[in-house]
């Protein structure tokens, strides 16, 4: 394909994505406007659903035997790309993520590539992935068929500044709980079983270990459940444990070292201990280096600014079940930046951040990028 035929898809498809800007705006406010759990998201993979169909996608709600996967389908091509679609929430933060715009993204690109695929020989496809925030929506996909095939599969990420390539940590999430016998705290003492003990030397455990993990480690989590009053022993305490590595090799050591510090709260307290992984682990990522360098290009043309290799952007790090649709096809992950803002994912202040021109801004340029980045890539085979 010449230079000039390339240039002329991608005015075709940045053309698509202004003319489209007015309903993606309004489809992802209107997620960030009903935030909805992992697994839960009925309302969003109803709205992303609606879009696609409208645009002559053939759309499957409850794909895969998930009733809040999405799977839509345009063109007759030999060539197959995929766009991703998030739209969980986070508990009590709502949209802190961006995953509202995640979702208009990948409909918005998907929209655009497929006034050409034609040109392209390509069939677009946009998959609609339930409870990536710790419930590995993506894995279950995968295990049922999900991605298999595809040529390219890409998304783009609300972060506080632009970042090119995804480093994400693997990661595990369990859910633990420790079980004992209730008793009144003041006058028979001695008949109770503290589950609330367990979790406390469990906790001491792990704080005593961070001083031995190598680098590019992390372990935290959160005590759900601690009692229901303070005259009366615990007879049960629950949590949500996440332990993250830089690869999948490494998170299987480092889970055991972990649990071995929460069976120590329960051989000291005499407590019963269950852990109960709530999803596969999610893998590291693997980049596709010819299609992250025609997105940075692409991006870069449209006015947005990387942050560079000795900048501290955290975010990049960030686990994300997406690295196990890496694993399996080629794929790309870049942030986009919806600052300026001195607000971090997973703060209600960037919550804030995923709605308004700026995130509008960010919407439009991140699916004409992904466009553009596409259009590369295949004009080239």
Not at 323 to 329: F, H, I, R, T, W
Request: a negative charge; one cysteine or more.
């Amino acid at each position: 394909m010449t230079t000039a035929e390339v240039a002329a898809l991608k005015a075709a498809v940045q053309d698509a994505v202004a003319r489209d800007r007015d309903r993606l705006v309004a489809l992802a406010d209107r997620i960030h406007a009903n935030p909805e759990l992992g697994w839960n998201e009925h309302s969003a993979a109803g709205w992303v659903a609606e879009e696609l169909t409208a645009a002559g996608f053939d759309v499957e709600t409850g794909a895969y035997g998930l009733p809040t996967a999405v799977h839509a389908v345009r063109g007759m091509g030999s060539r197959r790309v995929g766009l991703v679609a998030e739209y969980d929430a986070l508990p009590g933060l709502g949209h802190a993520c961006g995953h509202n715009l995640i979702a208009a993204i990948g409909v918005g690109a998907a929209l655009a590539l497929a006034e050409v695929a034609d040109e392209l020989d390509l069939t677009v496809e946009v998959y609609g992935t339930p409870a990536e925030e710790g419930g590995g929506g993506k894995i279950e996909m995968l295990e049922r068929g999900a991605f298999a095939g595809l040529d390219l599969a890409m998304m783009a990420h609300p972060a506080p500044r632009d970042v090119a390539e995804a480093e994400p940590f693997a990661v595990s999430h369990s859910h633990i709980a420790y079980d004992g016998v209730a008793a009144h705290a003041g006058a028979y003492p001695d008949r109770g079983v503290n589950a609330n003990d367990a979790f406390v030397i469990a906790q001491v455990a792990i704080g005593l270990l961070r001083q031995q993990l190598p680098s590019g480690t992390r372990v935290h989590g959160i005590q759900t459940v601690g009692g229901q009053a303070p005259n009366a022993i615990p007879d049960r305490t629950e949590g949500r444990w996440y332990v993250r590595a830089t690869t999948l090799a490494e998170l299987e050591v480092l889970d055991e070292r972990v649990r071995r510090c929460f069976e120590a709260g329960a051989l000291a307290t005499g407590t019963t201990l269950s852990i109960t992984p709530e999803s596969r682990p999610y893998s590291e990522f693997r980049t596709d280096a010819a299609a992250l360098a025609a997105y940075v290009a692409n991006a870069t043309a449209l006015g947005r600014e990387f942050a560079g290799p000795d900048d501290d952007v955290p975010m990049r790090r960030a686990s994300t079940d997406m690295g196990n649709v890496s694993q399996l096809v080629p794929a790309i992950h870049p942030y986009v930046g919806v600052g300026p803002t001195t607000a971090s994912n997973h703060q209600p202040e960037f919550a804030a951040a995923c709605v308004g021109p700026v995130a509008e801004q960010a919407l439009t340029d991140a699916a004409t990028a992904l466009t553009w980045t596409a259009i590369d890539v295949f004009a080239a085979r």
